[in-house]
């Protein structure tokens, strides 16, 4: 919309018509299904990441911070082996760069584990800049990002960051200090936990034996040679146990996704150029950030609607246009979406937009009408506006500086209900 008139118009509210067919009205409701939860099983399947060959082919990183400033520490970034064989966890603090990370995982990881094939993380700034991206190519590492709202993609590393944190709990003084002197302790105990996923210990997968915690009660034998020692048996004994750890692994992927899908619905309802509802589940916050007195009761469950470019059935995801440019990835897993499903003119008249034409000026330039402001947000050292357009429904809301917006009554008047400020 290039060019604004900002001229208020007062919108007028019909009731709702409550027929006979009223749980179909309801549902096919505009306002019934962004406002109303979910009562349905979510979309899509779990898809499980496939098990890795051997140990170091296939890690996840996370971090976890803020913590406490600590030595001057304040975070811990955690580099889980997804194959249960191994576990760092790295001292550092927030404002790393992305140089820094990959220095930590040069020193850290490869130097001890070698070159993993590939690497599953969040959509961190850090694992979205450039620089780590031109590394992965460079080095053939496949970075594997997970989608938004949707942290079981990143199982591994959220569950050992749920693991680090409860440990963490034991160690620190009553100011919630002393977590750097107990985080080798930590990932010694951690180390020596028998996973019950592969019912190894990381020690054990990754040496092949468990260490020694306390003085043997029989004093080992010192005549034995080198001879003595059969190689290959360890050698075997070890490749037996990461082979066990395999099957114990697609064992425990197949009983959790079978417990999965019986809250799921297995069928994918969606193609490119439909409509989706996004729900608001996560993203309440983004609204609740700005210090207003405001409640997430009173949140709308969903928004949009928005509409598909992209599908990925093998994946369960979808890629959605947000014209507002929402500051979140456009692909989302289809337990965050619903099917939008058009409105019965017959049932709801009222809900039909007929979207007015804009004027065009004797320049070019189309005008719409503002009908009033929504919200607004500091940008910059300035403010935007939500503006809602006469006749046109709220997909069509758009953030405008305020720049755009001078002798603007509806924002005249946005401002007089706020008490003269934004």
């Keep these: 919309m290039s060019h604004i008139v900002a001229r208020h118009r007062h919108s007028t509210i019909y009731p709702v018509s409550y027929t006979l067919g009223k749980h179909l009205a309801l549902f096919q409701c505009p306002d019934c299904q962004c406002n109303k939860s979910s ?65 930590l995982f040069f020193n850290k990881w490869y130097c001890e584990n070698g070159l993993p094939s590939d690497i599953i993380s969040d959509r961190n700034k850090l694992f979205m800049s450039r620089f780590w991206k031109a590394l992965h190519k460079l080095t053939s590492i496949k970075l594997k990002l997970s989608m938004a709202y949707h942290p079981e993609t990143d199982g591994a590393s959220e569950q050992m960051n749920k693991t680090v944190n409860q440990a963490l709990c034991y160690h620190i003084e009553c100011n919630q200090l002393g977590w750097v002197c107990a985080l080798l302790h930590v990932h010694f105990d951690m180390m020596n936990t028998v996973n019950k996923s592969t019912g190894f210990t990381p020690f054990q997968l990754c040496f092949g034996r468990s260490p020694r915690i306390i003085p043997p009660l029989v004093p080992a034998k010192t005549s034995a040679t080198v001879t003595d020692i059969n190689a290959w048996h360890v050698i075997r004994h070890l490749e037996t146990d990461v082979l066990e750890a395999q099957d114990n692994l697609l064992k425990a992927k197949i009983s959790q996704s079978f417990q999965k899908n019986k809250h799921c619905m297995l069928k994918f309802p969606f193609s490119i150029g439909s409509c989706v509802w996004l729900s608001m589940l996560h993203r309440h916050k983004e609204y609740m950030a700005k210090g207003e007195k405001q409640v997430a009761k009173f949140m709308p469950c969903y928004d949009g609607p928005y509409t598909i470019t992209d599908v990925d059935e093998e994946h369960s995801t979808v890629t959605l246009d947000l014209p507002n440019s929402l500051n979140i990835c456009p692909t989302f897993h289809t337990s965050e979406v619903l099917p939008y499903i058009e409105s019965d003119i017959s049932l709801f008249p009222t809900c039909c937009f007929e979207e007015p034409k804009p004027i065009i000026t004797d320049i070019g330039n189309e005008e719409y009408y503002i009908e009033r402001i929504l919200d607004a947000r500091h940008h910059g050292q300035g403010f935007q506006y939500l503006v809602h357009w006469h006749g046109y429904s709220q997909e069509h809301d758009k953030w405008l500086p305020g720049s755009k917006l001078q002798d603007c009554k509806a924002l005249n008047d946005w401002l007089a209900s706020q008490g003269g400020s934004a």
Aim: proline share 11%; net charge negative; aromatic share 6%.
């Design 39 to 103: 009562t349905t099983k979510p979309y899509g399947p779990l898809h499980p990441l496939p098990i890795p060959n051997q140990h170091g082919d296939s890690i996840a990183i996370d971090f976890i911070g803020p913590l406490p400033e600590d030595r001057g520490h304040n975070c811990i970034i955690t580099f889980t082996d997804r194959l249960g064989s191994n576990i760092q966890l790295v001292l550092t603090h927030t404002d790393i760069m992305a140089e820094d990370l990959a220095y």
